[in-house]
């Protein structure tokens, strides 16, 4: 067995073990071609989203939506990963458990790695647990978006994480020892890893977080037999190469200017194209600081996976000024129209609107609005070209919409979907029984005040000019009327809409009280989500709400599902706070306390 070179310069980390709470059991070996063929495999789920396509739909239909009402709690594993270091002071779990013939691979908030013995399907235990030794207060300062860990990867005989400190490490899958580490993200430019990297072949591929903190976004590709880096492949382009022209300032803007990646990609494995979402460009907010599209920022990039090479691309939203990231996962569908196969990618933009493409060559199916009300581009998006109404091909910083977009000189921007947007990295999911795409959307507003030279952008790489604070209005709540709105807008509540992904029609939807956690669907005629601390279950035909359990503490996590020994299961992570906007809003959920826990159910 291989061990690479523990530590990381400067952060003094040793070599982290694994602690074995059980005699090794020597675990199957997960082929690249077993990945290609995970549809097949109706019992386990050993992909981030089950299958390469972004399903996230099982075929199992023991729990379906006659009998979901007796489903029951069988089983809590309590998890580590609590406590405040830096500017942390409540990790989330937010992963995807992966199963493989009843054990489950899961991660905390502070990237601990676990394997459970669920094999009984009245008890998990912890047959090991990995973990990664991080200085918590050094990574959570200088990376992004607070303690999180999106899961894990499962190829051959190893369990591959991403950690907040910038590693991928790849352990040994039964015994949880360390084969190999190497570093992925420089903690001092402020990128960090929160997503579960994809394998593929005889790859680990990730993307890095920090846009907000103006990095310049890249993707790494690790051969998961020598631990060796196999290519990057940086997201905003240097000069000389396509799309630098999109960053038209004279300062080198590109250098800063975002595009990280933290949510995993889906794989077409026939035209071997992967396919990742990008985020927003930096200074986050300042559109005027970074003239131009600002390309590969906010887009989808179709990629070789051998080399790195774009394929194509679509930006979503050019010289965005509302930090609507575009990381979000693609559903790869194939659809009949007219008697014909056609293969599609389609997904919920965090803009308001769905989008379609031809998988092989990007071209444009079809845009429509989801969220209930948007208010940013006027007129809706161009059919033809995918860019919003408003866009203004004659100038390089875009308004897009009167009283939507920040300025330097102070004024209040008002816009929706929120500064989250209608759908953001929590993943959607695609039912193979109804054949509609179902997306967990956020339905609101956000208003903000921009104030130049407000933060520093933290390490001061050359775009502290650009740099702004937004800070709500005194008083705003999210329920005055939004600029073109007939009537206030509520912030902070939630919807699950199903829409035709051959036309991006709304088919179905249902409102709820705050932003679903991310979808499962299953052929047993039920669509899963998690809610501030309710796991939920819904009629995928009609979105009637057929079974809700409070587990007591915040969820963030999307629920997945498995079967071992003949019975299915749900499986969902619990730990976070529910956000102070929720818990001031509805009573149920205000005092909730954090825990972390790995919650399975059957019936």
Same mark, same amino acid.
């Given at each position: ?93 937010? @992963? ?63 369990? #591959? ?63 998961? !037999? ?83 090479? #774009? ?23 194939? #659809? ?116 130049? @030279? ?23 709540? @999210? ?9 206030? #807008? ?31 669907? !299953? ?81």
């Amino acid at each position: 067995m291989k061990k690479a070179i523990a530590g990381l310069a400067g952060l003094g980390v040793g070599l982290a073990a694994a602690v074995m709470f059980a005699s090794p059991v020597m675990a199957a070996n997960t082929t690249a071609q077993g990945l290609v063929n995970a549809d097949n495999d109706k019992a386990n789920w050993l992909l981030h989203h089950r299958t390469y396509d972004g399903h996230r739909y099982s075929p199992l239909s023991e729990v379906n939506s006659t009998n979901v009402k007796g489903l029951q709690l069988r089983f809590i594993t309590m998890l580590d990963g609590l406590g405040s270091a830096g500017k942390v002071r409540t990790p989330k779990l937010q @992963g995807t458990p992966l199963v493989e013939d009843g054990f489950l691979y899961v991660t905390d908030g502070w990237n601990n790695v676990y394997k459970i013995d669920g094999r009984s399907g009245d008890r998990g235990t912890t047959v090991w647990k990995f973990d990664p030794e991080m200085d918590r207060a050094y990574a959570a300062d200088s990376g992004c978006c607070m303690g999180r860990n999106r899961g894990v990867a499962l190829i051959n005989d190893l369990v #591959i994480e991403s950690t907040m400190d910038g590693r991928m490490i790849a352990l040994d899958k039964s015994s949880g020892e360390i084969v190999w580490q190497v570093n992925t993200a420089n903690n001092d430019l402020m990128e960090s890893h929160t997503g579960a990297p994809l394998a593929l072949k005889n790859l680990a591929i990730n993307g890095v977080t920090g846009a907000e903190y103006g990095i310049r976004g890249h993707i790494n590709a690790i051969d998961v !037999t020598t631990g060796e880096e196999s290519w990057v492949k940086y997201l905003i382009p240097a000069p000389g190469e396509p799309g630098n022209e999109t960053w038209v300032d004279d300062y080198e803007a590109w250098q800063t200017g975002g595009a990280s990646v933290w949510q995993t990609g889906t794989y077409d494995a026939a035209l071997n194209i992967m396919y990742w979402g990008t985020g927003n460009p930096s200074p986050q907010y300042d559109s005027e600081y970074r003239p131009g599209d600002n390309l590969y920022t906010e887009s989808v990039v179709a990629m070789d996976p051998d080399t790195g090479e #774009i394929l194509w691309h679509f930006q979503f939203t050019p010289n965005d000024p509302y930090d609507w990231d575009e990381v979000g996962e693609t559903q790869l569908i194939d #659809i009949e129209v007219g008697g014909e196969t056609l293969k599609i990618v389609t997904r919920a933009a965090r803009n308001g609107f769905v989008y379609g493409f031809d998988r092989a060559n990007g071209e444009l199916r079809n845009a429509v609005q989801y969220v209930d009300f948007e208010n940013w581009t006027l007129g809706g998006i161009d059919q033809k070209t995918g860019l919003p109404m408003s866009y203004n091909p004659d100038t390089p910083v875009q308004l897009y919409a009167p009283g939507t977009a920040g300025r330097r000189d102070g004024r209040l921007a008002v816009f929706c979907p929120a500064l989250g947007g209608g759908k953001n990295w929590q993943p959607a999911a695609y039912s193979g029984l109804t054949g509609l795409n179902y997306v967990p959307a956020n339905e609101g507003c956000s208003a903000y005040h921009t104030v130049v @030279g407000g933060v520093d952008h933290w390490k001061d790489k050359g775009n502290k000019m650009g740099a702004l604070e937004n800070r709500h209005p005194a008083g705003w709540r @999210g329920r005055e009327s939004a600029p073109g709105a007939e009537k206030p #807008i509520a912030i902070s509540t939630g919807s699950v809409t199903g829409y035709n992904p051959a036309t991006g029609q709304t088919v179905v939807k249902v409102s709820i009280d705050t932003r679903p956690t991310g979808m499962l669907a !299953t052929a047993g005629n039920l669509v899963f989500t998690g809610m501030a601390t309710d796991l939920m279950a819904f009629n995928s035909t009609t979105l009637e709400l057929l079974f809700t359990q409070s587990l007591g503490t915040g969820l963030s996590a999307p629920p997945m599902t498995y079967s071992y020994g003949g019975r299915q299961y749900i499986a969902i992570l619990a730990g976070s706070t529910v956000s102070g906007s929720v818990s001031r809003r509805i009573a149920r959920f205000a005092n909730v306390v954090p825990t972390s826990i790995l919650a399975v159910f059957s019936l």
